[in-house]
């Protein structure tokens, strides 16, 4: 395991498994402004391609699997996948960590807002990601193209990674050949990004985590099946049928 | 692992992981008269129970998978579904192995005419299973009813498994509660059984295959279900929230 600061607005203490690559302290409001620059965008894209390649290198990695841990992430999750599969905020947008319907009503306001202030351009994902991201998004969109490069499979956990996988669909499109879908989250925009990248769920079991559990929970069945694939004989290979 | 043969229309070479408990060669047609006795039913069950007694005596067992393989025993499940839920043939039988159109045709009608011919009770639960039943069905409902006994949960694979565990609810009420649906086989009758049984699968992945596979795959799942429930912290332990 593997964690990545691109953007805790505070001081960690050091740890052996904290990789410290902290691109700004938590994003700006997206509402009002860009959550960050297009500069820091790509310095968070190459802080998660940068653990992901050390990892690959260090030999004996065959699966990659995708995890968050952010405040109100959610949010910016919600205006990505609205951003790329053009559904409205009001379907992309959920509950999060549980919120009542007040806040809810303020979270899609906050993403429609987001939306309207800067016209994100599916056409230029590194520009939208810089709008509208968060700084954990595109650490993972780094993750799956690094995944991709080496033909390693990433397992996806959360709405989070849903939506970076959305975006690194958008800037490689073959990207999304190596994605796994390792649980379909409650929140509503999981479903929508799933189906937009074409990835059935492995597992459906409204879980609302995205630090990696239903990745990892995934990870006997992905298993499972390329060993099926490799080694299960088939009905003749045994002489059966 | 226990393989038993309790009803193998053949004889088998012997085996270290080979229980012999034939109970008879195979069922009668169960369109044209009872698929068994009343008294192989029943000692069909006792062979599954015995099985399952002597894998939880040996110590260190704490989780039971039910599987099954024998020939054409999707329809006596189709049969069983239909008798202990009331849904028709028609949406109670499947394709099976891959059978075409008009072998599916035949096959909801032996289900049929099976119903027709017994009348089966649901509130004679091994009479129904002499009736219309298999003797791996039987068997598997001696395992479940084993498990509930020890307090040990049974993972199901399959809808040979499904319809056994309606079998076992009908004899155990109780025994149900000690059931999870390790995932819910694509044949039509397992979705109906498992609403039934209000059992919502833990895998969903069209897999037909009832040998204990799809109830292996969950294991993983389970064993994570149990060690969160016992082991984690909750955000109030860990002084967050």
Redesign the interface.
């Known amino acids: 395991m593997s964690v990545l600061d691109v953007g805790v607005a505070g001081e960690l203490e050091r740890h052996p498994l904290l990789r410290a690559a902290k691109v700004r302290r938590g994003t700006g409001d997206l509402s009002r402004g860009p959550a960050m620059s297009r500069e820091e965008a790509a310095r968070a894209v190459m802080a998660g391609a940068g653990v992901a390649e050390e990892l690959l290198q260090s030999g004996g990695v065959d699966l990659l699997i995708t995890g968050d841990m952010g405040i109100a992430n959610t949010t910016p999750a919600a205006a990505l996948i609205s951003a790329f599969t053009g559904h409205p905020p009001e379907e992309t947008t959920g509950r999060g960590t549980g919120i009542d319907e007040a806040t809810l009503k303020l979270k899609v306001n906050v993403v429609k807002e987001a939306l309207e202030l800067h016209s994100p351009d599916p056409e230029d994902p590194l520009g939208v990601l810089a709008q509208i991201g968060g700084l954990e998004h595109a650490a993972i969109v780094g993750v799956i193209l690094t995944g991709a490069l080496y033909g390693i499979p990433v397992i996806l956990d959360g709405v989070v990674s849903n939506a970076a996988a959305l975006v690194a669909r958008a800037l490689a499109l073959h990207s999304a050949g190596y994605v796994i879908a390792g649980h379909r989250s409650a929140e509503p925009g999981a479903r929508i990004s799933l189906r937009a990248l074409d990835l059935p769920p ?4 409204e879980m609302r985590l995205g630090e990696g559990t239903g990745g990892l ?1 995934a990870v ?2 992905v298993q ?1 099946a390329a060993r099926t694939l490799a080694e299960m004989a088939t009905l003749e290979e045994i002489g059966v049928g």
Not at 202 to 205: C, M, P, Q, Y
């Open positions: 492995l597992l459906e079991l929970l006997p069945l499972a």
